[in-house]
């Protein structure tokens, strides 16, 4: 559990003094840890020793062991694929038998595991409720990387509701789509660790506009999980300087067939009418081969 999870969750009782500290840290989270104990007191308006007391409190020797998590959080959270290339170098010798290539997808494999208890039943639930139950659009956006999933998602739920936006990547422009969005909206975000300032910068806009959010992140947590209506994290680490996307791939399939458990009628009917619209448009080689098929029949038909 990070620092954050400690303050946020904790099960101990704190005194009107550690809460104050406790709201210094979360509000500029991990800055304000960053400093003396001294400086932090002066913020918090306390003395040193609580400051102390409540770092023993959380299950730290002093305020130093503390700190030294803080670090461990930020530098998990801002590894970038270089800082880690060394940290995270295959070691041929023990990949000699299996190759590279299997000995990473095992650590997928094992990430996926991994995934299965990262995310509540009930969190699926009400993503799929979230989802489904929007009356306005449903916006997608992702990072760099990630808003290849957003766009995956996109594309899985256009056949189930209608507005449905998927934002490729940000522009001047692209931000100008939040004058048309309110409360009656649901912004679907993917942030994952190097969170991108325009994508929470557009997530923060959202949020004043009461656009609701839900956010797909690591465990780390992207700071749009400070106003997102749900969060749902997932691992991403693997044998490799790069984080995986095949846990978060894994995670919008599996909202998907929530949804698809709760499919009422009018959803399958517009699946339905889909299908045929690309069957008429030879949309795919399974619907062109099907009109191949049809042609003599339809032939007869018309001559009738």
């Not at 913020?43 to 023993?56: E, F, H, I, Q």
């Amino acid at each position: 559990m990070n620092v954050r999870d400690m303050l946020l969750h904790g099960a101990i009782s704190l005194t009107p003094s550690e809460e104050r500290i406790v709201q210094v840290l979360l509000t500029d989270y991990p800055a304000a840890g960053l400093g003396t104990a001294t400086s932090l007191a002066k913020r918090a308006g306390v003395s040193d020793p609580t400051v102390v007391r409540l770092a023993m409190k959380l299950g730290f020797e002093g305020f130093p062991a503390l700190q030294r998590r803080l670090l461990a959080d930020v530098e998990a959270r801002l590894h970038s694929p270089l800082l880690m290339m060394e940290a995270k170098r295959p070691d041929m010798g023990t990949h000699s038998e299996q190759g590279a290539a299997i000995a990473y997808m095992h650590s997928v494999a094992s990430n996926l595991n991994k995934a299965l208890t990262s995310t509540p039943l009930a969190s699926y639930q009400r993503a799929a409720r979230l989802v489904m139950d929007t009356k306005g659009k449903v916006v997608l956006l992702g990072g760099r990387y990630s808003r290849f999933i957003a766009g995956m998602l996109a594309a899985y739920l256009l056949q189930f509701r209608p507005d449905i936006m998927h934002i490729d990547a940000l522009s001047a422009q692209k931000t100008d789509v939040l004058v048309d969005l309110g409360k009656r909206d649901l912004l679907i975000v993917f942030d994952y660790r190097r969170y991108q300032l325009d994508v929470v910068a557009f997530a923060q806009l959202a949020a004043a506009r009461r656009v609701r959010i839900l956010l797909f992140t690591d465990p780390w947590l992207s700071p749009i999980a400070e106003f997102s209506e749900l969060t749902l994290t997932c691992p991403i680490e693997v044998n490799s300087p790069y984080d995986t996307m095949a846990s978060s791939v894994a995670q919008i399939e599996a909202v998907i067939a929530q949804i698809l458990a709760s499919m009422e009628k009018r959803t399958r009917e517009r699946i339905e009418e889909l299908e045929e619209i690309r069957l008429q448009a030879s949309a795919s080689l399974d619907n062109a081969r099907l009109l191949e098929e049809e042609k003599p029949a339809l032939a007869s038909m018309t001559t009738k």
